[in-house]
């Protein structure tokens, strides 16, 4: 999901960015350590946890 800011030129580091979206199935939560997964491919694949 992309986002932009409006505040550039005071944050250029954030002049765009993407945020990560989790669904958990209905009656399911993820564990701390499957998050933890998710965020480290996000982290090697993705923009980067923002």
Aim: aromatic share 14%; proline share 4%; charged share 20%.
């Amino acid at each position: 999901i992309g986002r932009y800011s409006d505040l550039q030129e005071d944050y250029p580091a954030i002049a765009h960015f993407h945020t990560l979206r989790v669904n958990q199935p209905s009656g399911w939560f993820y564990t701390a350590d499957a998050l933890r997964t998710i965020c480290d491919i996000w982290d090697r694949h993705g923009s980067g946890l923002t």
